[in-house]
């Protein structure tokens, strides 16, 4: 061993063989070190480049020694004799002067009959490169750490930033339009009567402006504070969600349509996971609201819900639900624009809304660790499908 040394004590820790690796090693001859006391390797406590004589001891650290009470290689030969083996990391000084991280194990040696002791086997081993790699991993983990608390920092920045960006929104940008609002109804009494054909055109107009001016506010402040809510994590049941989801969306006005003309295929159970129930009910509510409005066009409309356990892109298991509707479909080959903010695929005349939805289940659903996508074709109909991590989701009986 080329980066090692084994020498003996003998029973009052003193050198009692020096063999040709400790003298490899260390640069000290037999007759040099036969007899010195195992306190000649005393780790050296700072690293100095002062030159051994020939004939000294090997330990030439400067100032007065400490004493054997409080020597560690002493300490080491007492836990050696107690516990049958000890370790003493530390700087060595070779006989040149050079020095090196040594990692050294002294082990008790008894006669194998009686069971006395007989003196001490040392490995001393050249750690010096294992060392600085440590040095240099703490000054990188140091280097690390700084940088997280200064990113924290800026973070915390912006999220102060975002949060007055969204009060501002809220207040500054509600105010005008409720200006709008108001004077367009005083307008209209005002003028009363008078109101020919196209000037209550232009007037509704405004009105429908205004209002989708609010919508577009209302889900920016929705999409923002997604980002800086924390997840509220438990157990919950995928059935109940999805069922109460349902409920709500057939009582959506703007979404009725009479019971014959809906025909629902629902699994009679899903699989329980773990999530926030607040957030995952957005994205049941988002999808069956999507399937209802975009089969408008259609005189019976088909919803299907399902769920499969697959492996997902990088090899996890995952829990996929999907939504499939018979409503009107889109081009697949832009079906990542649907995910965007304020991104639609459809005219705002022919189906409302403002385009924050699927962004919001986008948002929702990689926030658990999971992916959303869709399929689809022109006038074929649409599945969209979200996946959850199967990690600690247990499939209910």
Known sequence: MRDAAIFFLDADGRVSDWTPSAERLLGWSAPQMLGQSVAC???????????????????TEPGPQA????????????????LGQSETPGWQQRADGSLFWAQTVLTALHDPDAGELQGYA???????????LLELLEQLNSALDAKVQERTRQLQEINHDLEAFSASVSHDLRAP????????????????????????RHLATIGSAAEHMGQLIDGLLAF?????????????????????????????????????????HLPPELPQVQGDPRLLSQVWDNLLANALKYSRPRPRVEIRVGW??????EGALELVFWVQDNGVGFDTQRAERLFGVFQRLHRARDFE?????????????????????????????????????????ATTS
């Open 308 to 313: 499969r356990p697959q492996t997902g892109p």
């Open 67 to 82: 004493d054997d009470a409080a020597d560690p290689m002493t300490l080491g030969i007492e836990r050696a004799t107690l």
């Open 122 to 132: 040392c490995l001393m081993r050249d750690q010096t490169e294992t060392k600085r």
């Open 224 to 264: 923002s504070r997604l980002g800086r809510s924390a997840l509220q994590r438990r157990e919950l049941s995928m059935t109940d969600l999805l069922h109460s989801s349902r409920n709500r969306v057939l009582h959506d006005p703007a979404l009725q349509r009479p019971s014959e003309c809906l025909c629902w």
């Open 177 to 200: 339009l409720r200006h709008i609002s108001s004077y367009l109804e005083l307008l209209r009494e005002d003028l009363g009567p008078q109101l020919g054909p196209e000037v209550k």
């Open 353 to 393: 809304g403002v385009g924050i939805g699927l962004a919001l289940c986008r948002r929702i659903v990689e926030r658990h660790g999971g992916r959303i996508w869709a399929d689809s074709a022109p006038d074929q109909g649409s599945t969209f499908y979200f996946s959850l991590p199967e990690a600690g989701a």
């Open 41 to 59: 390797f005393t780790p050296v406590r700072q690293p100095h480049a002062s030159a051994a004589q020939p004939g000294a001891e090997p330990h």
